[in-house]
């Protein structure tokens, strides 16, 4: 798609050249969700694109802005991690090229229209040192590694052993030989054991160093991400001690955030004078400590969840990026009078578990930067909590919430909405639901676009509003929706609901195979159907699946995480793993989720004796921990159209076993086996997975990384997909 047809015409488009490294990794995504969510639209920089005047360029370092200042372009968006001038010569530079940076550095900040600054002291140093008012032009947020606390990292039992950590690199201003030579004092004087980790790139030369300066006890490694997490999950002490110079005064180490989320007090040095001022309102380290202050605080009692709400106080205040995000967004917004986004009405018919509900929170928070968006949904649910705060909820009313409620619910409803509810349901028998739901569909306001979130139900189905909501209930010149089901067998193939989709501008289909199923029963459709993938937070999902549960029982760890209802080939299932127990297969087979059909299972299992071999954990808000435990994902679907839960357990690693379906194949790829919906195929599929551990050889094939890059590249993709449909 063309790139100019993406920005609205003279709309400025916001092109990022940046020098990549993982500690500028987390800032960097923060400015971008921040372009976005003031509605810009961000791309990476290209010389053979000729950017126009009112297009802006984002750098992180300002040689980089300076070059583009050369080359005539004239509004720049710049992040300043640090003071490069101060720091050239601290590695030893010349003087000659200390004044030439700051010429170019004074250059770039008299004339970028916006800075990302990381500290308060650092806009006091540049305002200083080159007399330039920057307030009106600056936002501040500090450099972080982490958005939250990591809940396991906080227990009594690492409170009560003295370890210490130090993290990051050898370079002179970091003070590491400062560091040892305070820990070897500890060390020497300390009346328990202690005890030193050194966390740094440069891991021959400091494990040289340590045993120079006649450390006894310590452990050198390299980690980053997540295993630095894991590692420093174990540690009371953080040391980030500085001197008072400059480069150090504006300084926000990352690691002070890596330290806070995983409850390790921080050790620092009052240097760092943003740090102390925000330490001196919540007081949790210890500032310019002396061998006598650390010595005297091992030997005090500190309760982890004390340490857990302190520490959590910073991520809301200090640390809180979705603030922070925030007012980079209005600064942004306000910089490149960007102006205001287009409104977006999307309709569901409900918010109770289940895969498209939960597909529909991830989906308004990556489209949340580019539009103002409402939200109507017939009924509340579990999922309603993770609806992200921003949208615009419509509350329904009684005629539209009895749609989603059986006639068991209809307490606290009013008599002509019970009634109507009476005689629509028997109408929709005979008649259709056609005439009934077009009374109700309601009056909702005038939208730049519309979308209905799921697939009409049948039309003798009293049932799901969404779809006639979406046309009869709001004024728009585009109207959408989705299709996240197999067309021809989810139960809704009829007369009324081919002619409600011929209504529609588009049709969305959430996979290739979906939208080639549904095009088999509607050619006519072929110019209107759109692949539009659903999204995945991952990084929620990764940091969930962290949570603490009971171990899993059982030598080999099946899992299932679906609705129990009959589409998903459970019951056909119970059988199948009697036969495998009389093959000797050792297993426990966990399934969790609710739905109409577990009471028949329930029965089915105890028929079959097999109550130790099936458990049943009920709903769950949290599923992820159980598939990290799990040897393996079970999915027997008669029938799915691209299920959610397959590909969050693709991205946690877990091997999975599922049936032939619309897009399994696809889904699955090379971390699983699809094998044919038989029930004769897939017993002897699950036998060898289970005898032969096949999901071992199967694990061995996950590549973390690659997965997560392909998620980041289908995110972009997915979200420019949604763009070009609604506009």
């Not at 969700?33 to 694109?49: F, N, W």
């Not at 409600?500 to 049709?507: E, H, I, M, T």
């Not at 056909?572 to 577990?598: L, N, T, Y």
Request: hydrophobic share 40%; glycine share 6%.
């Amino acid at each position: 798609m063309d790139r100019r047809a993406i920005s609205g015409g003279r709309c400025p488009l916001f092109y990022y050249d940046i020098h990549e490294a993982e500690v500028t990794d987390h800032y960097m995504a923060l400015i971008y969700d921040a372009v976005r969510l003031a509605g810009g639209e961000l791309l990476p920089y290209d010389k053979s694109i000729p950017v126009r005047k009112e297009d802006f360029i984002l750098t992180n370092e300002f040689p980089i802005t300076f070059y583009h200042m050369l080359r005539g372009h004239r509004n720049h968006m710049l992040w300043i991690q640090g003071i490069i001038p101060k720091e050239s010569r601290l590695r030893g530079h010349s003087w000659l090229r200390f004044k030439l940076l700051s010429m170019i550095e004074k250059r770039v900040i008299k004339r970028a229209k916006l800075l990302f600054l990381i500290s308060e002291e650092m806009q006091r140093h540049y305002e200083k040192k080159y007399r330039l008012p920057l307030s009106e032009k600056s936002v501040i947020f500090p450099c972080f590694s982490e958005k939250t606390i990591h809940e396991n990292a906080f227990f009594d039992e690492k409170y009560q052993k003295n370890t210490f950590a130090y993290v990051g690199s050898l370079s002179a201003w970091q003070c590491f030989s400062e560091t040892v030579a305070l820990y070897r004092k500890i060390e020497e004087n300390s009346e328990s054991p202690t005890k030193f980790y050194v966390f740094t790139q440069e891991t021959e030369k400091a494990s040289a160093y340590l045993q120079k300066m006649g450390i006894q006890r310590f452990e050198v490694a390299y980690h980053q991400g997540e295993t630095l997490s894991k590692a420093l999950a174990g540690i009371k002490y953080g040391f980030v001690l500085r001197e008072d110079i400059p480069v150090n005064r504006v300084a926000t180490p990352t690691k002070f955030s890596s330290y806070l989320s995983c409850g390790v007090i921080p050790v620092f040095s009052s240097a760092l004078r943003d740090l102390h001022a925000v330490h001196a309102k919540n007081p949790l380290g210890i500032e310019d400590p002396t061998v006598e202050y650390l010595l005297s605080d091992m030997k005090k009692t500190r309760l982890a969840n004390t340490m857990k709400n302190v520490c959590k106080g910073y991520f809301d205040t200090y640390y809180n990026v979705e603030n922070g995000k925030k007012c980079f967004a209005e600064a942004i917004r306000k910089t490149a009078k960007l102006s205001e986004k287009p409104t977006l009405l999307i309709t569901i018919g409900n918010l109770k578990t289940g895969g498209i509900a939960k597909a529909l929170t991830v989906f308004l928070r990556e489209m949340m930067p580019y539009y103002e968006i409402s939200l109507l949904a017939m009924r509340e649910g579990e999922i309603s909590a993770e609806i992200p705060e921003g949208v615009h909820r419509i509350a329904p009313n009684d005629f539209m919430k009895i749609t989603e409620l059986s006639r068991g619910e209809l307490h606290g409803i009013s008599l002509g909405a019970r009634l109507f509810r009476y005689l629509g349901a028997i109408w929709s028998k005979i008649f259709g639901k056609r005439l009934p739901f077009r009374l109700i569909s309601g009056k909702h306001g005038t939208f730049d676009a519309v979308i209905s979130f799921c697939q009409p139900s049948g039309a003798k189905s009293f049932c799901n509003l969404a779809n006639e909501s979406a046309l009869w209930g709001a004024k728009s010149t585009k109207k959408v929706t989705f299709l996240h089901a197999d067309f021809t067998k989810y139960g809704g193939n009829d007369a009324y609901n081919r002619s409600l989709y011929r209504k529609f501008d588009a049709v969305c289909a959430v996979s290739d195979a979906v939208g080639k199923r549904l095009l088999s029963v509607m050619p006519d459709l072929k110019n209107k159907i759109f692949t539009i993938q659903n999204f995945l937070d991952t990084a929620d999902i990764l940091q969930k699946a962290e949570a603490v549960i009971s171990p899993l029982s059982g030598e080999i760890k099946i899992l299932t995480v679906c609705r129990l209802e009959a589409e998903k080939g459970l019951l056909r299932c119970i059988p199948m793993m009697k036969a495998c127990e009389k093959q000797g297969a050792s297993f426990v087979w966990h399934i969790v989720g609710d739905g109409a059909e577990r009471e028949k299972l329930e029965k089915a299992v105890m028929e079959n004796g097999l109550s130790e071999r099936i458990i049943f954990h009920g709903a769950v808000e949290n599923p992820y921990p159980y598939m990290k435990q799990a040897d393996f994902f079970f999915l027997p679907s008669f029938h799915e159209a691209a299920p959610l839960v397959l590909e969050e357990a693709k991205l946690l690693g877990l091997p999975i076993l599922t049936t032939e379906t619309l897009s399994a194949r696809t889904l699955v790829g090379d971390l699983g086996i699809v094998c044919q919906n038989d029930d004769t195929v897939l017993e002897v599929a699950l036998l060898d997975f289970l005898k032969e551990k096949r999901y071992e050889t199967i694990r061995k094939q996950y590549d973390k990384d690659a997965v997560l890059r392909e998620w980041k590249h289908r995110k972009a993709e997915t979200v420019k997909a949604v763009r070009t449909v609604l506009s």
